[in-house]
């Protein structure tokens, strides 16, 4: 992040102030929302940080042993954890009533909402982590972070479904740097196009929520070989938690986005984005409930969203805005999220397939990221490039998952 000082300033900013400031919860309850969300994709680089942190800030040891050995009223979070991480769509106000009415284990909205900016930004904060390859155990099984995955390791039925470009692009080899210069030069000239065609193009609406649905239904069937395989597990170090055994944190380990290749239906309602707006509802409504936490965020989605160096690899004074916007929008569309006057065909010119398999696997399922991945796309775009695109995912996921929660919390409320 260090990379992207303005970004990091706003991050740290937030991140501190939801941790270490005066607040709805406890200094050790919050680090263990920390644990709780980081192990619902197993990133033991975050939950290793925050079982530190929770000694230190006086937590009860004995909590490390699992959840079983938390009190009821944390336990209680299970439920909104594991919907926020995989399938917020799926929260509704009965959610938040249950947890605000369980008579001596209830939450106060304060407490809750503060919890909710902790899971949230901790199932962002994760996918950053894999998406930049920053977690351990993958650190040990390759020296740069990420793992090994032999080319013939992905599963027959994915190939048989055409679903991926990354596995027919390694079928044949297609590794080299030769055509990426005019890869750039392609997708610079698209952006230009649209720019342009901006201007002239007069689409309907109905037309504009067609190319919604369907981009849509297309994201729900990107995946690649390698996100079907789960990581082999490492015990390494005692006094480091693996993957192995980060279960103990959470509940229904099984539970994760929605299969809908497999499945081979769509099930991901719309979500208006006009109906409920972060600039217009979300932020009061968290800033009213959990002081200038909203301020905070706020202050930090404008950063992301308007972050730009105007250089396109080796490029420089491009406005790459539609480029920017178009990876910002493209995780709202993948949690069924629509902005009523952005025009998704836009996605589909700008995103190829590996970048889109990548987008995917960082903001859905980010432990199965692999390093294949991350270089599949892109290949002459810098590393701080690459790490932009995931400010970019990381804030757009987080966001995408508040606008849920604060929606149901606004509508048990009314
Ligand atoms: C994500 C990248 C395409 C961002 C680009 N380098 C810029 O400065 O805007």
């Known amino acids: 992040m260090s990379l992207h000082t303005p970004y990091l300033e706003s991050f740290l900013r937030s991140q501190f102030y939801m941790l270490r400031m005066d607040g709805p919860l406890p200094l050790p309850c919050r680090h263990y929302i920390a644990i709780m969300a980081a192990a619902r994709h197993q990133c033991s680089y975050l939950i290793n940080m925050h079982v530190d942190e929770f000694l230190k800030t006086g937590g009860i040891a004995e909590w490390l042993n699992g959840l079983e050995y938390v009190p009821q009223r944390l336990k209680n979070l299970n439920e909104i954890n594991k919907l926020l991480a995989h399938r917020p769509w799926l929260i509704t106000k009965e959610h938040i009533q249950k ?114 649905e369907k981009e849509k239904k297309e994201s729900l069937f990107v995946v690649s070989g390698d996100t079907f395989h789960s990581l082999p597990h490492s015990d390494f170090d005692d006094d480091m938690i693996t993957t192995s055994d980060v279960s103990r944190y959470i509940e229904d380990p099984g539970f994760g986005y929605e299969d809908f290749a497999r499945r081979g239906e769509e099930h991901l309602p ?38 730009t160096y105007n250089t396109m690899a080796t490029r420089e004074d491009v406005d790459t805005t539609t480029l920017r916007r178009a990876l910002f929008n493209y995780v709202h569309c993948m949690f069924g999220i629509r902005y009523d006057d952005y025009d998704y065909g836009e996605v589909n010119q700008l995103l190829e397939r590996s970048l889109k398999v990548y987008i995917k696997t960082v903001t859905c399922y980010p432990e199965r990221t692999t390093k294949r991945m991350y270089d599949s796309y892109w290949r002459q775009f810098k590393h701080s490039e690459k790490v932009h695109v995931n400010l970019l995912l990381m804030e757009a996921r987080m966001q995408a998952e508040l606008l849920y929660a604060l929606r149901a919390i606004t509508r048990y409320l009314t």
């Open 99 to 212: 947890l605000v009415r369980t008579g001596e284990n209830n939450w106060s909205l304060p407490e809750l909402v503060h919890a909710v900016v902790l899971l949230t930004h901790y199932h962002a904060l994760a996918s950053f982590v894999f998406g930049s390859g920053i977690n351990p155990e993958r650190e040990r099984e390759m020296s740069n972070g990420f793992r090994v995955v032999s080319v013939n390791n992905f599963c027959v039925c994915d190939l048989a479904n055409d679903n991926s470009i990354e596995n027919a692009s390694l079928a044949g080899g297609n590794f080299g740097i030769v055509g990426s210069l005019s890869e750039l030069e392609a997708l610079m000239e698209r952006m230009k196009r649209l720019q342009e065609e901006r201007e002239e193009e007069d689409t309907s609406q109905e037309e504009m929520a067609t190319r919604f």
């Open 270 to 307: 719309t979500f208006r984005a006009q109906d409920y707006t972060w600039e217009n509802h979300g932020f009061s409504l968290v800033n009213r409930l959990y002081s200038d936490i909203g301020h905070l965020l706020d202050e930090k989605f404008r950063m992301v969203y308007n972050l």
